[in-house]
Protein backbone atom coordinates (compact mmCIF):
# COMPACT_ATOMS: atom_id res chain seq x y z
CA UNK A 1 0.00 0.00 0.00
CA UNK A 2 1.54 3.46 -1.00
CA UNK A 3 1.52 6.25 1.79
CA UNK A 4 0.95 9.80 1.36
CA UNK A 5 1.62 12.54 3.54
CA UNK A 6 -0.73 15.52 3.76
CA UNK A 7 0.53 18.69 5.17
CA UNK A 8 -1.92 21.58 5.43
CA UNK A 9 -2.88 23.15 8.75
CA UNK A 10 -6.60 23.53 7.32
CA UNK A 11 -8.33 20.03 8.75
CA UNK A 12 -11.08 20.14 6.58
CA UNK A 13 -8.98 20.18 3.69
CA UNK A 14 -6.77 17.46 4.91
CA UNK A 15 -9.47 15.17 6.46
CA UNK A 16 -11.25 16.00 2.80
CA UNK A 17 -8.12 14.78 1.13
CA UNK A 18 -7.50 11.92 3.23
CA UNK A 19 -11.16 10.88 2.04
CA UNK A 20 -10.61 10.27 -1.46
CA UNK A 21 -7.04 9.14 -1.11
CA UNK A 22 -8.10 6.44 1.24
CA UNK A 23 -11.06 5.53 -1.25
CA UNK A 24 -8.33 4.92 -3.77
CA UNK A 25 -6.54 2.40 -1.87
CA UNK A 26 -3.63 4.53 -0.02
CA UNK A 27 -2.40 4.88 3.50
CA UNK A 28 -2.39 8.19 4.44
CA UNK A 29 -0.52 10.41 7.38
CA UNK A 30 -1.55 13.93 8.05
CA UNK A 31 0.56 16.74 9.90
CA UNK A 32 -0.51 20.30 10.32
CA UNK A 33 2.25 22.31 10.37
CA UNK A 34 5.79 22.25 9.02
CA UNK A 35 7.45 20.86 11.77
CA UNK A 36 4.99 17.79 12.54
CA UNK A 37 5.71 17.27 8.98
CA UNK A 38 8.91 16.48 9.19
CA UNK A 39 9.08 14.57 12.43
CA UNK A 40 5.93 12.44 10.32
CA UNK A 41 9.23 11.78 7.33
CA UNK A 42 11.55 11.36 10.40
CA UNK A 43 9.45 8.72 12.33
CA UNK A 44 8.43 6.96 8.90
CA UNK A 45 11.59 6.84 7.40
CA UNK A 46 11.31 5.24 3.57
CA UNK A 47 7.83 4.52 3.70
CA UNK A 48 6.20 7.61 2.78
CA UNK A 49 6.10 7.73 -1.12
CA UNK A 50 4.60 11.21 -1.49
CA UNK A 51 3.59 14.44 0.23
CA UNK A 52 0.97 16.91 -0.45
CA UNK A 53 2.49 20.22 1.07
CA UNK A 54 0.52 23.78 1.69
CA UNK A 55 2.58 26.80 1.19
CA UNK A 56 1.09 28.92 4.15
CA UNK A 57 1.45 27.11 7.22
CA UNK A 58 2.26 27.97 11.33
CA UNK A 59 5.78 27.27 12.84
CA UNK A 60 7.56 26.06 9.46
CA UNK A 61 5.41 27.71 6.03
CA UNK A 62 5.46 24.69 3.24
CA UNK A 63 8.22 26.25 0.94
CA UNK A 64 10.96 25.94 4.18
CA UNK A 65 9.51 22.49 4.53
CA UNK A 66 10.22 21.68 1.07
CA UNK A 67 14.13 22.76 1.44
CA UNK A 68 13.82 20.69 4.27
CA UNK A 69 12.94 17.51 2.92
CA UNK A 70 14.86 18.04 -0.11
CA UNK A 71 18.42 18.15 1.87
CA UNK A 72 18.08 14.52 2.84
CA UNK A 73 15.03 13.06 0.01
CA UNK A 74 13.39 13.14 -3.36
CA UNK A 75 10.29 11.83 -2.67
CA UNK A 76 7.27 13.46 -5.20
CA UNK A 77 5.73 16.60 -3.75
CA UNK A 78 2.59 18.06 -4.78
CA UNK A 79 2.44 21.80 -3.32
CA UNK A 80 -0.76 23.70 -2.44
CA UNK A 81 -1.38 27.14 -2.09
CA UNK A 82 -4.61 29.57 -2.01
CA UNK A 83 -2.10 32.31 -4.15
CA UNK A 84 -2.27 31.86 -7.99
CA UNK A 85 0.82 34.61 -8.99
CA UNK A 86 3.30 32.86 -10.99
CA UNK A 87 6.11 34.33 -8.23
CA UNK A 88 5.13 31.86 -5.87
CA UNK A 89 4.50 28.70 -8.20
CA UNK A 90 7.74 29.56 -9.47
CA UNK A 91 9.33 29.77 -5.84
CA UNK A 92 7.74 26.46 -4.95
CA UNK A 93 9.20 24.51 -7.96
CA UNK A 94 12.64 25.89 -7.22
CA UNK A 95 12.91 24.57 -3.73
CA UNK A 96 11.94 21.33 -4.89
CA UNK A 97 8.73 20.44 -5.62
CA UNK A 98 7.22 18.29 -8.31
CA UNK A 99 3.92 19.82 -9.25
CA UNK A 100 1.68 22.41 -7.55
CA UNK A 101 -2.03 23.10 -7.71
CA UNK A 102 -4.15 26.45 -6.58
CA UNK A 103 -6.68 26.76 -3.73
CA UNK A 104 -9.49 25.26 -4.31
CA UNK A 105 -8.88 22.39 -6.31
CA UNK A 106 -10.99 19.47 -7.28
CA UNK A 107 -9.98 16.63 -5.34
CA UNK A 108 -10.75 14.30 -8.39
CA UNK A 109 -7.82 16.39 -10.29
CA UNK A 110 -5.51 16.17 -7.26
CA UNK A 111 -6.15 12.51 -7.30
CA UNK A 112 -5.25 12.22 -10.42
CA UNK A 113 -1.78 14.31 -10.10
CA UNK A 114 -0.99 12.17 -7.17
CA UNK A 115 -1.65 9.30 -9.33
CA UNK A 116 0.99 10.31 -11.94
CA UNK A 117 3.50 11.27 -9.54
CA UNK A 118 3.88 7.80 -7.98
CA UNK A 119 3.68 6.27 -10.91
CA UNK A 120 6.64 8.30 -12.32
CA UNK A 121 8.66 7.85 -9.73
CA UNK A 122 8.23 4.05 -9.74
CA UNK A 123 8.62 3.31 -13.19
CA UNK A 124 11.17 5.38 -13.82
CA UNK A 125 13.96 3.13 -12.98
CA UNK A 126 12.30 -0.12 -14.35
CA UNK A 127 11.27 1.56 -17.56
CA UNK A 128 14.68 1.50 -19.16
CA UNK A 129 14.89 1.72 -22.47
CA UNK A 130 16.38 -1.31 -24.62
CA UNK A 131 19.46 -0.39 -25.88
CA UNK A 132 20.44 2.46 -23.57
CA UNK A 133 23.03 2.51 -21.20
CA UNK A 134 21.97 2.58 -17.55
CA UNK A 135 24.64 4.74 -16.59
CA UNK A 136 26.18 8.08 -18.47
CA UNK A 137 29.41 10.02 -17.80
CA UNK A 138 29.92 13.30 -18.85
CA UNK A 139 33.21 15.56 -17.56
CA UNK A 140 33.41 14.29 -14.08
CA UNK A 141 29.70 14.00 -14.17
CA UNK A 142 27.98 10.66 -12.86
CA UNK A 143 24.20 9.46 -13.76
CA UNK A 144 23.03 6.28 -12.91
CA UNK A 145 19.62 5.66 -13.59
CA UNK A 146 19.21 2.36 -12.21
CA UNK A 147 20.21 3.95 -8.80
CA UNK A 148 19.35 7.42 -9.36
CA UNK A 149 22.06 8.58 -8.13
CA UNK A 150 24.01 10.96 -9.56
CA UNK A 151 27.41 12.48 -8.77
CA UNK A 152 29.48 14.98 -9.60
CA UNK A 153 33.41 14.74 -9.15
CA UNK A 154 32.41 11.88 -6.44
CA UNK A 155 30.17 14.16 -4.48
CA UNK A 156 25.98 13.04 -4.27
CA UNK A 157 23.93 15.64 -6.02
CA UNK A 158 20.30 15.65 -4.53
CA UNK A 159 17.81 16.05 -7.22
CA UNK A 160 13.95 15.64 -7.49
CA UNK A 161 12.63 13.06 -10.15
CA UNK A 162 11.87 15.51 -12.08
CA UNK A 163 15.09 17.06 -12.52
CA UNK A 164 16.44 13.57 -12.61
CA UNK A 165 14.51 13.05 -15.74
CA UNK A 166 15.34 16.07 -17.30
CA UNK A 167 19.20 15.56 -16.75
CA UNK A 168 19.04 12.51 -18.08
CA UNK A 169 17.15 12.91 -21.45
CA UNK A 170 19.56 15.52 -22.31
CA UNK A 171 22.58 13.57 -20.72
CA UNK A 172 21.42 10.46 -22.84
CA UNK A 173 22.15 12.47 -26.75
CA UNK A 174 24.57 15.75 -26.20
CA UNK A 175 24.65 17.78 -28.80
CA UNK A 176 20.86 17.67 -29.39
CA UNK A 177 18.55 20.51 -28.62
CA UNK A 178 15.31 19.87 -26.67
CA UNK A 179 12.81 22.90 -27.08
CA UNK A 180 10.49 23.37 -24.05
CA UNK A 181 7.87 21.16 -25.45
CA UNK A 182 9.87 18.28 -26.42
CA UNK A 183 11.53 18.26 -22.27
CA UNK A 184 7.71 18.95 -21.06
CA UNK A 185 6.23 16.40 -23.23
CA UNK A 186 8.96 13.81 -23.06
CA UNK A 187 9.15 13.83 -18.86
CA UNK A 188 5.94 14.96 -17.66
CA UNK A 189 3.90 13.72 -20.78
CA UNK A 190 1.32 16.14 -20.74
CA UNK A 191 0.01 18.63 -23.27
CA UNK A 192 2.50 21.56 -23.50
CA UNK A 193 1.47 25.57 -23.37
CA UNK A 194 3.34 27.90 -24.89
CA UNK A 195 2.35 29.96 -21.28
CA UNK A 196 3.96 27.18 -19.26
CA UNK A 197 7.33 28.06 -17.65
CA UNK A 198 7.28 24.94 -15.59
CA UNK A 199 10.89 23.65 -17.69
CA UNK A 200 12.65 26.73 -17.31
CA UNK A 201 11.92 26.87 -13.58
CA UNK A 202 13.26 23.17 -13.73
CA UNK A 203 16.17 23.60 -15.83
CA UNK A 204 17.40 26.77 -13.41
CA UNK A 205 17.01 25.03 -10.21
CA UNK A 206 18.62 21.88 -11.91
CA UNK A 207 21.57 23.84 -13.92
CA UNK A 208 21.85 25.79 -10.32
CA UNK A 209 22.82 22.43 -8.32
CA UNK A 210 24.97 21.16 -10.85
CA UNK A 211 26.84 24.53 -11.34
CA UNK A 212 27.53 24.29 -7.65
CA UNK A 213 29.43 20.84 -7.83
CA UNK A 214 30.83 21.18 -11.14
CA UNK A 215 32.16 24.38 -11.44
CA UNK A 216 30.80 25.39 -14.93
CA UNK A 217 27.50 25.32 -16.38
CA UNK A 218 26.74 22.43 -18.01
CA UNK A 219 23.44 22.80 -19.36
CA UNK A 220 23.28 25.65 -22.24
CA UNK A 221 20.46 27.28 -23.25
CA UNK A 222 20.19 27.66 -26.91
CA UNK A 223 18.37 31.10 -27.18
CA UNK A 224 14.85 30.84 -29.13
CA UNK A 225 15.40 26.74 -29.65
CA UNK A 226 16.04 25.23 -26.22
CA UNK A 227 18.16 23.13 -23.98
CA UNK A 228 21.84 21.07 -24.46
CA UNK A 229 24.93 19.27 -22.86
CA UNK A 230 27.54 20.24 -24.85
CA UNK A 231 28.61 17.03 -27.10
Known sequence: ?????????????????????????????????????????????????????????????????????????????????????????ILGLMTGADDYMIKPFNPLELTTRVKTLLRRSTQYNADLHQGESDRIQIDGLDINRTTHDVTANGKAISLTAREFEILYLLARQPGRIFSAEDIFQQVWKEKYYVSNNTVMVHISNLRDKLEKELGYKLIQTVWGVGYKIHA
Open 1 to 89: MRSVLIVDDDKEISGLISIYLENEGYRVLQAHDGEEALLAMSRNSGTIDLVILDVMMPKLNGIETCRKIRETSSIPILMLSAKSEDMDK
